[in-house]
């Protein structure tokens, strides 16, 4: 796959997202994806997905960095939002903050099927 073909692919997939269109998210999550060298398949992960937003009404991803290759995607995605109670083991309860996600993915067949992630944790406990 050219990395335009994947580039496109992930920006359909962060739409995904963004608009809570959980049907369409097995076009682009691979059925057996894993999540930080855990598989939870596709349904552990639109579980994980729905949670979010749950926990954050006004979660969006914002993607500020994208780097695609032949099948693997690096990808800093950058948010401002509102979580309610504890985040991250954090209490942030409602107050607005800033932080960053540093994430890969590795794609199979057109679909996501590696995802490894980490979340700017130092950042939003500098917020409270």
Not at 4 to 10: A, K, N
Not at 18 to 44: A, C, M
Not at 48 to 76: C, K, T, W, Y
Request: net charge negative; charged share 25%.
């Amino acid at each position: 796959m050219s990395t335009t073909d994947l580039s496109t692919l992930y920006r359909g997939y962060i739409a995904c997202l963004n608009e809570q269109n959980w049907p369409t998210l097995g076009t682009f999550v691979h059925e057996d994806v894993h999540y930080n060298d855990k598989r939870i398949g596709l349904s552990g992960y639109r579980e994980m997905l729905e949670r979010d937003f749950r926990q954050i009404p006004d979660l969006h991803f914002n993607i500020q960095l994208l780097v695609a290759g032949s099948h693997l995607i690096a990808s800093r995605l950058n948010f401002d939002c509102t979580p309610q109670g504890t985040f991250l083991d954090l209490p942030v309860n409602g107050k607005k903050v800033r932080f960053t996600e540093n994430v890969f993915y590795q794609w199979r067949d057109g679909k996501i099927e590696q995802v490894w992630s980490v979340i700017d944790k130092a950042a939003v406990e500098a917020q409270l």
